[in-house]
């Protein structure tokens, strides 16, 4: 099968069509799209009607590789969970290890990077992203918030403030979070895996507050 490859054939019904482009693929039926190609009669009716349908993959195939490879490391860790392909093309984790999965911020972006770094050939410069009953919009919201108070904290305290080491997917989303303000900046600093954000109030704005003193203060 080729990435998006469609299938037409004859089939009595849509589930049908499904199931046999299913067995040909090697996917499941909800994997696939279907849609009616032409309906006609033969024979004037005798012979009942010929229906023709267009099955096309859901995803690309890169994306049912990763699916697969996933479902392989999670047996091999003894988790009990279930990686499903969602219509933005991240993957979701469900089951009930999904609090062992959530149990470190690290976790899943570990696993997520194996996973990419296991099919680096086969994605072609693509990331499939993982997510676990929509953690990853969360933990956004999540840090967001803790941006704002760690901007607020850092200019109350006229000192930089320093972040809990985060994955490079965390640390942007404080940055692009407060990259518009105008009396604070992010920088990121420390090797990889204790990299973390520092959150340093500009000067005219802290010295508005008070007396400039730059000493760091851990935020967790």
Known sequence: MTERESLVLEAASPEEALEAAAAKWYLEPEDLHVELVDEEKRFFGLLGKRTTYKVVPAFDRSFF???NTLRKLLAKMGLDLEATLREDGVMD???PDKDLLLASNETMRSLEYVLNLMLR???????IKLDSEGYRERRQQALAALALAAAEDALSRRRPVSLEPMTSWERRLIHVELKDRTDVETRSVGEEPLRRVVIWPKKSAAAARGTVTYRFRNRK
């Open 121 to 127: 050939e086969e994605l072609q410069g693509q990331w």
């Open 65 to 67: 590789l990763a699916r």
């Open 93 to 95: 984790l469900a089951g």
